[in-house]
Nanobody
């Protein structure tokens, strides 16, 4: 199993970034997927979850209405569109896989993680 994030960078407040996570080594379409972030000096924070067909998604209150999660099962890729970014969104962003295939609900148990991509919001 491999998860490879990309798309991070430096952006001004109010700007946008689109993160991608390329998945390989497993049947991507069978798993809930997650974005989790870690701000400098802080712990892990769950950001968003998406179900297997991409029709159901959940967001942390801190990013609701600004971030969108999506997936392309044909391309084995997970996305996070981040708009109206704030300095407090600065973090290392990880994608992660749910531990259970074909789950009807998110278990919240993440068994594989990528190495992360850094998003920095600063003027």
């Amino acid at each position: 199993v491999q998860l490879l994030e990309s798309g991070g960078g430096l952006v001004q407040p109010g700007g946008s970034l689109r993160l991608s996570c390329a998945a390989s080594g497993f049947t991507f379409s069978r798993y809930w997927m997650y974005w989790v972030r870690q701000a400098p000096g802080k712990g892990l924070e769950w950001v968003s979850s998406i179900n297997t067909d991409g029709r159901t998604a959940y967001f942390a209150d801190s990013v609701e209405d600004r971030f969108t999660i999506s997936r392309d099962n044909a391309k084995n890729t997970l996305y996070l569109q981040m708009n109206n970014l704030k300095p407090e969104d600065t973090a290392l962003y990880y994608c992660a896989r749910d531990s259970q295939p074909s789950a009807a609900w998110s278990t919240g148990d993440m068994d594989y993680w990528g190495k992360g991509t850094l998003g920095t919001v600063s003027s």
